[in-house]
């Protein structure tokens, strides 16, 4: 079950609505009152047929054996009620997988009712002690690497990374997608979550990152936050140095203007933000925008072909929807760029 009490919505439910995309066999209900009864895939554009219940018992009664934290709030705190709501999954037997910076291990009182019921608590967002600073070796692996940045948080960078692996795999080559962020790693099973590292080790957890993977031929990893946001550069810019990528896709919010948890502040300019990227990486690795993944909801696909052409002209590199139109468009312009 995913947990979305008074929050189902594509910004607040960012990791019920990533799981709902890249692993809806696995969901069998969402948890929330305020929408039980209504269309999953009207509210939120995925999750066709799978029920929006009011309650942990009625998830359960899905068969629902583990509860996961469906939001993404900023700050990373759990919403209020929300740990009654896990108390009753707990006492229902299921397991509890949680994103949040807030985490369920520090709570002695969940940690006491888990070992109760036998069931076990997960926080993603601990990163293990013992990793260093960067070491700046990524930049030498012989692999391809490539990271997905962004205009804006929560704008595609973990549907275009995991597109365009799932693509790369299909036409055959060894690809692996490297998550750094909850919701990634809900999806793929492995990885760490860059952004809970101290600063000084922030780029060394994206090194880690690449280097435990050196032996797959194209690495597509997940970018975080963008790299002119107040709140969220720092982690942007240890992932773009900390994993040394050669190439970048830019992903991008076609309806938005101004940046979210930033007051409206107006965002940069598509070609302001690539120069901006690339110059920001070139002190470790120079790396190249070679495209543009858009995220399209809201318009019908001849207004959002339209968009995509006009971002096209307006920066002269390739542009696609990932979930929309697949990234055949971005995959070719990454093999042209890596063939030289």
Same mark, same amino acid.
């Given at each position: 079950?995913?947990?979305?009490?008074?929050?189902?919505?594509?910004?607040?439910?960012?990791?019920?609505?990533?799981?709902?995309?890249?692993?809806?066999?696995?969901?069998?209900?969402?948890?929330?009152?305020?929408?039980?009864?209504?269309?999953?895939? +009207?509210?939120?554009?995925?999750?066709?047929?799978?029920?929006?219940?009011?309650?942990?018992?009625?998830?359960?009664?899905?068969?629902?054996?583990?509860?996961?934290?469906?939001?993404?709030?900023?700050g990373g705190v759990f919403?209020?009620?929300?740990?009654?709501?896990?108390?009753?999954?707990?006492?229902?037997?299921?397991?509890?997988?949680?994103?949040?910076?807030?985490?369920?291990?520090?709570?002695?009182?969940?940690?006491?009712?888990?070992?109760?019921?036998?069931?076990?608590?997960?926080?993603?967002?601990?990163?293990?002690?013992?990793?260093?600073?960067?070491?700046?070796?990524?930049?030498?692996?012989?692999?391809?690497?490539?990271?997905?940045? !962004?205009?804006?948080?929560?704008?595609?960078?973990?549907?275009?990374?995991?597109?365009?692996?799932? +693509?790369?795999?299909?036409? !055959?080559?060894?690809?692996?997608?490297?998550?750094?962020?909850?919701?990634?790693?809900?999806?793929? !099973?492995?990885?760490?979550?860059?952004?809970?590292?101290?600063?000084?080790?922030?780029?060394?957890?994206?090194?880690?990152?690449?280097?435990?993977?050196?032996?797959?031929?194209?690495?597509?990893? +997940?970018?975080?936050?963008?790299?002119?946001?107040?709140?969220?550069?720092?982690?942007?810019?240890?992932?773009?140095?900390?994993s040394a990528p050669q190439?970048?896709?830019?992903?991008?919010?076609?309806?938005?203007?101004?940046?979210?948890?930033?007051?409206?502040?107006?965002?940069?300019?598509?070609?302001?933000?690539?120069?901006?990227?690339?110059?920001?990486?070139?002190?470790?690795?120079?790396?190249?925008?070679?495209?543009?993944?858009?995220?399209?909801? !809201?318009?019908?696909?001849?207004?959002?072909?339209?968009?995509?052409?006009?971002?096209?002209?307006?920066?002269d590199l390739p542009a696609?929807?990932?979930?929309?139109?697949?990234?055949?468009?971005?995959?070719?312009?990454?093999?042209?760029?890596?063939?030289?």
């Open positions: 079950m995913l947990l979305c009490e008074g929050k189902l919505d594509s910004h607040n439910a960012k990791t019920a609505v990533g799981l709902l995309i890249w692993c809806p066999e696995d969901v069998v209900a969402v948890v929330d009152s305020t929408s039980a009864g209504k269309d999953l895939h +009207e509210l939120v554009g995925f999750g066709r047929g799978i029920p929006i219940v009011a309650t942990v018992a009625e998830a359960a009664g899905c068969g629902a054996n583990q509860l996961i934290v469906g939001v993404a709030n900023i919403v209020p009620g929300y740990r009654e709501l896990i108390s009753q999954a707990i006492k229902l037997r299921c397991d509890i997988v949680n994103g949040l910076h807030e985490l369920l291990t520090q709570d002695g009182a969940l940690v006491a009712l888990a070992a109760e019921y036998g069931v076990r608590l997960y926080d993603l967002r601990v990163v293990p002690e013992g990793i260093p600073c960067g070491t700046n070796l990524a930049r030498r692996l012989p692999n391809s690497r490539l990271l997905t940045v !962004g205009t804006d948080c929560n704008v595609g960078k973990m549907c275009a990374a995991l597109a365009l692996t799932r +693509e790369f795999v299909r036409r !055959g080559y060894d690809a692996k997608f490297i998550p750094t962020g909850q919701t990634g790693i809900m999806i793929a !099973g492995d990885g760490l979550c860059i952004d809970r590292a101290i600063s000084d080790f922030a780029a060394g957890v994206a090194e880690k990152l690449v280097l435990d993977q050196a032996g797959h031929q194209w690495l597509f990893i +997940e970018g975080q936050g963008s790299i002119d946001h107040p709140s969220y550069s720092g982690v942007t810019l240890s992932l773009l140095h900390g190439a970048l896709i830019l992903c991008h919010v076609h309806s938005r203007s101004r940046r979210r948890h930033d007051e409206g502040s107006p965002l940069l300019p598509l070609g302001e933000l690539i120069r901006l990227y690339e110059t920001i990486s070139t002190p470790v690795l120079p790396a190249k925008v070679v495209g543009v993944g858009v995220n399209s909801r !809201g318009l019908s696909d001849a207004e959002a072909r339209d968009e995509l052409r006009r971002i096209q002209d307006e920066v696609t929807d990932p979930l929309r139109f697949g990234v055949d468009n971005l995959t070719e312009a990454v093999l042209r760029f890596f063939a030289g």
